[in-house]
């Protein structure tokens, strides 16, 4: 592990004893991370990733567990997978909304490599995962895979339709993404490898979020690392640039959770998680989306609400 990541992960643990001495209380009602019951033994605590969708996706599992019975609580936010998935594999998270793509290519570090195969791919996810003391549940169908979005000037101007297209462009445009996609096989050593691109500088910014977007918007990057589910980029008339190479694997969700926590609460807590993948397509999932992102919902609010809809929540009183 990386030295940033090691002192990462340090933070991270203090940041969930500190979210469990707080839960665990018992004396003030559940903040808005929490989603039922308080943080005692044997409660389920589903982390996420630093982004927006990941938060959303946290909250709509543990929703449907809570709804069952199931003591769980959320903890929004903990960070990139260099993070949460060693907190994940250490135990100190017992389930996690992950992709199929990345965590294979994480987990197995660089040694199995995703297709866009969803079946492949997440068998192969399953067994790189059972080695390591993890379940993986059903695959949804919905995806959300890594993003290359132009501005509507900057596709006109250099007649961009495909990542290929930048070739020509790439050594005068400024690429902004997460800090993590210098490394990350599908995005910057990707874009080299399967296109030979090489971006004049790499503006280190966020997750798919604000900044990069009103980076890109401003001109201060070229080129931006979003995802396929963004609303804003339709809303904000971007151009995602068509990967004609197959750059990007199946990046199907999928609950990751520990074989302790699945062998204590058996087959119900799988079939739980197993409901609301089922009714997850990639339109739904980009609503959701929307509902967070364009309207400024809550995660938390949205989930419910949606869950709900599907008959997988608690009935409102």
Known sequence: MPRRSVIGAVCLVLVIACAACTASGGRS????????GDAGPGVITVGSFDFPES???AYLYAGVLSARGYPVRVLPDLGSRELVEPALMTGLVQLVPEYTGSALEFVSLGRAHATASVAATAAALARWMAARGIVTARPAAAQDANAIVV???TAARYRLRTIADLAGAAPGLVFGGPPECAERPDCLPGLRRAYGLRFRAFAGLDAGG????????????GVALLFTTDPAVAAHHLVELADDRGLQP????????????????????????DAVSARLST?????LN???ELDGRHPRAVAESWLRDQGLGRRAS
């Open 151 to 153: 501005t509507g000037a």
């Open 290 to 292: 929307a509902q967070v």
């Open 210 to 221: 604000p900044l990069t977007r009103q980076a890109l918007q401003s001109g201060d990057i």
């Open 283 to 287: 339109a739904a999932l980009t609503a």
């Open 250 to 273: 199946a990046e199907n969700v999928i609950p990751v959770l520990r074989r302790a926590t699945a062998d204590r609460y058996g087959a119900g807590l799988l079939a739980a998680l």
């Open 29 to 36: 009602p559940p903040g808005p991370a929490s989603v039922g």
């Open 55 to 57: 938060v959303l996706l």
